[in-house]
């Protein structure tokens, strides 16, 4: 009961008690819940950097692929273009000696699998004779020997090889598709299967003395023997023929989008690599700490590193097949905070916040820097920026990806400095001689486009990318260097002239 | 004036007009709560910005099956308390063997809050938290250690200790100071 009294009193002298925090604690609160969402936003924003880092990899990568499997398809149709070259028809087209030469080899292939047909299995015995055989015998000998086996096959073997060249010549169907003469293309296989008598002996010999030798079998070799198979050889053509039709199609729709415009935003960061200040030189007017103050801030603010948005308008063009250029015009902004431990004053009763511009007019008349306690200033930089890209198309489908490459011309708006002091007030400077920014600069634009047309007008895309300025973005006489980085990832709608 | 719905609503969002809004409102009694777990106002007030940190974060997480005040409370004091666990660790409770209270009625005598408060701030560490939740929070001896890690006996000798040394202390001030005599610690 006594307990029960004792902790009741206590608790009701405290029901309604209230005790005035000062105020300091709610400013720093709003300081802490900033620090937060700003702790936030980076960790978003870190995410889309990763994201534009990882598909820009991601599209060189697909480039350097593309590009190593054209090169392979260059150098074999370099190779096979100098096999025909060793032998050709003298009064043949050079396309004729090459479906010829190509019947050539499938009809001998097909006089070796007639072999194998006959002779399911080839026995330790043969084969090792064969083999063994063949290193001792001269290469005209080889030739002469594997002429003989191209000959083996009886007459109506070669008929039936060149009736599957004229149903499986994938080529010549393609021929006939694009241009409308399929007629034609029956012809010139009838005249191919003609000639090819003729020209046997011609192209079989620089084609068996260029294949190398079979290695020695030495041990059992099992040579599989597999069923024959007889596709319905006008199924085979109709199936080719829609092939081709569909490709055809999609190739004159997705090569339609020749003029375009799209409107988009994009958001990112910037950090600042390889900056720097060059230290103050004035001991007349500055004493150490204020140099020492002046020097932090400008430090300080060369290194801030924020957020950066852009929104804007393109237009683009395609100006070969693969290649794309586009230009248009953006508004930037770049948001980014910085400490600063100086005031500028010039009567010493009228201070503002201590920044490069300000700082920069203390080597005339009066103006002086002084060391106060740290307050952070946001800075926030307007552009206007021209970029000209030009883009390579990796994939040209409803979905596509596109690599692209360009510069941009930089035009500084302006820039308002916001010191979070509740004294110092904000000060906004414009380009020209009095501001400490270029007006004009350059950057080199990288990125990558992964888009999706969902209807015949319009594309959507996603474009990460990187934005790098050539020079410092401060001008020379400063004595600030600053060139931000930028990685954005933009989001844009197209829409589709033509 | 903002209801309880309309400001939860308005910190959900990340307003920072209902943000302050919540902070004035609740802000004076919360203080009180974080002196009553502190020693001093630098202190209390450290502990109070944290917690209302955690609040407006929290917000979003708050299911309302409590009322705002006592979900706050209860940020204050688990805020406050792992501010104090760091100095509970370095300095551990122990049990208190000899203990001498008055066995005569106490009633606590007409003092104002402040001074209450002040008694409080003045008990050692260990008694002073454990106090606080047994006789204001209301928590039994079991929850309080479970809650600090120690054990339910060290939890009521703690108590006792700090109902004696607060009821010397009252003693001393009030007018019954003669009639009860000086508690012995």
């Given at each position: 009961m006594e307990r029960q009294k004792f902790e009741e009193s206590f608790r009701k002298s405290f029901d309604n008690a209230e005790v005035p925090p000062s105020e300091k604690v709610w400013m720093n609160i709003e300081l802490d819940l900033e620090r937060l969402e700003r702790g936030d936003m980076k960790k978003r924003l870190t995410f889309f950097k990763l994201l534009a880092a990882a598909s820009v990899v991601f599209g060189l990568g697909l480039a350097g692929t593309g590009l190593y499997l054209l090169s392979i398809d260059r150098s074999t149709a370099d190779l096979t273009a100098q096999q025909n070259q060793v032998a050709p028809a003298p009064d043949e087209t050079p396309g004729i000696a090459q479906q010829q030469h190509a019947d050539q080899q499938r009809s001998n292939q097909s006089s070796a699998i007639k072999e194998n047909e006959t002779t399911p299995l080839v026995s330790v015995e043969s084969a090792s004779e064969a083999s063994s055989a063949r290193p001792e015998l001269p290469s005209s000998s080889s030739a002469d020997q594997s002429l003989a086996s191209a000959d083996k096959p009886k007459n109506e073997d070669v008929a039936t090889s060149n009736d599957n060249a004229r149903t499986f010549d994938r080529n010549a169907v393609q021929r006939a598709v694009q241009g409308n003469v399929s007629n034609q293309r029956m012809a010139y296989a009838d005249q191919v299967a003609a000639t090819d008598e003729q020209s046997k002996v011609e192209f079989a010999i620089p084609a068996f003395r260029d294949r190398p030798l079979p290695p020695l079998v030495k041990s059992k070799t099992i040579v599989p023997n597999f069923p024959k198979t007889e596709p319905d050889q006008i199924d085979l053509l109709l199936a080719s023929i829609a092939m081709e039709e569909r490709a055809e199609a999609d190739r004159k729709k997705y090569d339609g989008e020749r003029i375009w415009t799209s409107v988009g935003f994009s958001a990112g960061t910037f950090s600042n690599y390889g900056t720097g200040a060059d230290p103050l030189q004035a001991p007349a007017l500055l004493s150490t700490s204020n140099l020492t103050a002046a020097n932090n801030t400008l430090t300080s603010e060369s290194r801030a590193s924020g957020v950066a948005y852009s929104v804007g308008v393109n237009v683009g063009g395609r100006i070969a097949p693969r290649w794309v250029l586009q230009g248009g015009i953006n508004y930037i902004t770049q948001n980014a905070s910085f400490m600063s431990d100086a005031v500028v004053t010039e009567d010493f009763q009228n201070f503002s916040a201590a920044y490069s511009a300000e700082i920069a007019k203390?080597?005339?008349?009066s103006a002086r820097v002084v060391p106060t306690a740290p307050y952070s200033v946001n800075n926030n930089m307007e552009f206007l920026s021209i970029p000209i890209q030009a883009g390579y198309i990796v994939v040209n489908r409803a979905f596509g990806i596109q690599l692209m490459g360009g510069v941009a011309t930089d035009l500084f708006i302006q820039n308002t400095l916001e010191p979070q002091s509740g004294n110092l007030s904000k000060v906004t400077n414009g380009s020209?001689?009095?501001?400490?920014?270029?007006?004009v600069n350059f950057s080199g634009l990288v990125g990558t486009e992964f888009s999706y047309?969902?209807?015949?007008?319009y594309r959507i895309s996603l474009n990460p990318g990187i934005r790098y300025p050539f020079?410092?973005?401060?001008?020379?006489?400063?004595?600030l260097s600053a060139t931000p980085v930028t990685f954005d990832v933009g989001l844009r709608f197209r829409y589709i002239f033509d | 004036m903002l209801n309880e719905s309309e400001l939860i609503e308005g910190c959900r969002k990340g307003d920072r007009a209902f943000q302050k809004a919540l902070y004035d409102r609740y802000c004076r009694k919360m203080m009180v709560v974080c002196l009553r777990y502190s020693r001093s106002t630098a202190e209390a007030e450290d502990i109070l910005q944290e917690a209302f940190v955690k609040v407006f974060q929290g917000i979003k997480d708050?299911?309302?099956?409590?009322?705002l005040e006592t979900w706050i409370t209860r940020i204050m004091v688990n805020t406050a308390l792992n501010a104090q666990r760091r100095k509970l660790y370095l300095y551990p409770m122990v049990d208190v063997e000899e203990i001498n209270l008055p066995t005569d009625e106490l009633v606590l005598p007409e003092l104002h809050f402040s001074q209450l408060l002040e008694f409080i701030q003045e008990l050692p560490q260990g008694c002073q938290i454990v106090f606080n939740l047994f006789a204001?929070?209301?928590?039994s001896h079991k929850e309080i250690a479970e809650c600090l890690g120690i054990s339910e006996g060290t939890s009521k000798s703690q108590y006792a200790r700090a109902k004696a040394l607060l009821q010397s202390r009252l003693l001393k001030e009030s007018s019954y100071y003669k009639k009860y005599g000086e508690a012995k610690i």
């Amino acid at each position: 009961m006594e307990r029960q009294k004792f902790e009741e009193s206590f608790r009701k002298s405290f029901d309604n008690a209230e005790v005035p925090p000062s105020e300091k604690v709610w400013m720093n609160i709003e300081l802490d819940l900033e620090r937060l969402e700003r702790g936030d936003m980076k960790k978003r924003l870190t995410f889309f950097k990763l994201l534009a880092a990882a598909s820009v990899v991601f599209g060189l990568g697909l480039a350097g692929t593309g590009l190593y499997l054209l090169s392979i398809d260059r150098s074999t149709a370099d190779l096979t273009a100098q096999q025909n070259q060793v032998a050709p028809a003298p009064d043949e087209t050079p396309g004729i000696a090459q479906q010829q030469h190509a019947d050539q080899q499938r009809s001998n292939q097909s006089s070796a699998i007639k072999e194998n047909e006959t002779t399911p299995l080839v026995s330790v015995e043969s084969a090792s004779e064969a083999s063994s055989a063949r290193p001792e015998l001269p290469s005209s000998s080889s030739a002469d020997q594997s002429l003989a086996s191209a000959d083996k096959p009886k007459n109506e073997d070669v008929a039936t090889s060149n009736d599957n060249a004229r149903t499986f010549d994938r080529n010549a169907v393609q021929r006939a598709v694009q241009g409308n003469v399929s007629n034609q293309r029956m012809a010139y296989a009838d005249q191919v299967a003609a000639t090819d008598e003729q020209s046997k002996v011609e192209f079989a010999i620089p084609a068996f003395r260029d294949r190398p030798l079979p290695p020695l079998v030495k041990s059992k070799t099992i040579v599989p023997n597999f069923p024959k198979t007889e596709p319905d050889q006008i199924d085979l053509l109709l199936a080719s023929i829609a092939m081709e039709e569909r490709a055809e199609a999609d190739r004159k729709k997705y090569d339609g989008e020749r003029i375009w415009t799209s409107v988009g935003f994009s958001a990112g960061t910037f950090s600042n690599y390889g900056t720097g200040a060059d230290p103050l030189q004035a001991p007349a007017l500055l004493s150490t700490s204020n140099l020492t103050a002046a020097n932090n801030t400008l430090t300080s603010e060369s290194r801030a590193s924020g957020v950066a948005y852009s929104v804007g308008v393109n237009v683009g063009g395609r100006i070969a097949p693969r290649w794309v250029l586009q230009g248009g015009i953006n508004y930037i902004t770049q948001n980014a905070s910085f400490m600063s431990d100086a005031v500028v004053t010039e009567d010493f009763q009228n201070f503002s916040a201590a920044y490069s511009a300000e700082i920069a007019k203390t080597a005339d008349a009066s103006a002086r820097v002084v060391p106060t306690a740290p307050y952070s200033v946001n800075n926030n930089m307007e552009f206007l920026s021209i970029p000209i890209q030009a883009g390579y198309i990796v994939v040209n489908r409803a979905f596509g990806i596109q690599l692209m490459g360009g510069v941009a011309t930089d035009l500084f708006i302006q820039n308002t400095l916001e010191p979070q002091s509740g004294n110092l007030s904000k000060v906004t400077n414009g380009s020209g001689s009095d501001s400490p920014y270029r007006t004009v600069n350059f950057s080199g634009l990288v990125g990558t486009e992964f888009s999706y047309r969902f209807t015949d007008k319009y594309r959507i895309s996603l474009n990460p990318g990187i934005r790098y300025p050539f020079n410092s973005i401060y001008k020379s006489d400063v004595g600030l260097s600053a060139t931000p980085v930028t990685f954005d990832v933009g989001l844009r709608f197209r829409y589709i002239f033509d | 004036m903002l209801n309880e719905s309309e400001l939860i609503e308005g910190c959900r969002k990340g307003d920072r007009a209902f943000q302050k809004a919540l902070y004035d409102r609740y802000c004076r009694k919360m203080m009180v709560v974080c002196l009553r777990y502190s020693r001093s106002t630098a202190e209390a007030e450290d502990i109070l910005q944290e917690a209302f940190v955690k609040v407006f974060q929290g917000i979003k997480d708050f299911r309302q099956e409590s009322r705002l005040e006592t979900w706050i409370t209860r940020i204050m004091v688990n805020t406050a308390l792992n501010a104090q666990r760091r100095k509970l660790y370095l300095y551990p409770m122990v049990d208190v063997e000899e203990i001498n209270l008055p066995t005569d009625e106490l009633v606590l005598p007409e003092l104002h809050f402040s001074q209450l408060l002040e008694f409080i701030q003045e008990l050692p560490q260990g008694c002073q938290i454990v106090f606080n939740l047994f006789a204001i929070e209301g928590y039994s001896h079991k929850e309080i250690a479970e809650c600090l890690g120690i054990s339910e006996g060290t939890s009521k000798s703690q108590y006792a200790r700090a109902k004696a040394l607060l009821q010397s202390r009252l003693l001393k001030e009030s007018s019954y100071y003669k009639k009860y005599g000086e508690a012995k610690i």
